[in-house]
């Protein structure tokens, strides 16, 4: 699996081995907005303490929600296989987050390279093989969503941006 950024407002993630990608898109234009696209399609809104993601920008019900917890923790419910994971930063001094599932096992981590001056992200990616096949397109793009915003809240930039 890899990701790609583009000038800070685009992510690309692909898994070449199955053959699938996605693209993030943030708009500073659109408050609290984001799209992505690809093997996984839907828009994010942010709104209070969390982010709902839809299918499609004119749905009125939500086919996940994302909420930020205790700790800066993020909990991700996805409401068509009623399940949750909960997705945090392990360790200061080298930062790493996790996506867990709701037994606590580790599902995937990204280790984010992080240039603070320059604002941009770059990210390694470990995942556990036990549950490969559970990292679909959609869950991959949002632990990225996650990860990018959790990079925002520690350097004290707005969430709810690009």
């Known amino acids: 699996?890899?990701?790609?950024?583009?000038?800070?407002?685009?992510?690309?993630?692909?898994?070449?081995?199955?053959?699938?990608h996605c693209i993030l898109q943030y708009s500073n234009e659109a408050d609290g907005q984001c799209s992505f696209a690809g093997a996984?399609?839907?828009?994010?809104?942010?709104?209070?303490?969390?982010?709902?993601?839809?299918?499609?920008?004119?749905?009125?019900?939500?086919?996940?929600?994302?909420?930020?917890?205790?700790?800066?923790?993020?909990?991700?419910?996805?409401?068509?296989?009623?399940?949750?994971?909960?997705?945090?930063?392990?360790?200061?001094?080298?930062?790493?987050?996790m996506l867990l599932n709701e037994a606590e096992d580790e599902v995937v981590a990204l280790l984010p390279t992080v240039k603070w001056g320059k604002s941009s992200y770059e990210f390694s990616i470990q995942i556990n093989e036990e549950f490969q096949e559970l990292l679909t397109p959609f869950l991959s793009v949002i632990c990225l969503h996650c990860a990018i915003q959790s990079l925002k809240m520690m350097s004290g930039e707005e969430i709810i941006y690009g």
């Open 40 to 97: 996984a399609n839907g828009w994010m809104r942010y709104q209070q303490h969390g982010w709902k993601i839809y299918a499609q920008p004119t749905d009125v019900h939500s086919i996940a929600d994302i909420s930020i917890s205790h700790h800066c923790e993020m909990v991700l419910h996805l409401r068509q296989q009623a399940v949750r994971y909960v997705f945090k930063r392990m360790s200061f001094w080298r930062t790493r987050f």
């Open 1 to 20: 699996m890899q990701i790609t950024t583009f000038h800070h407002q685009q992510f690309q993630i692909s898994n070449s081995l199955v053959g699938w």
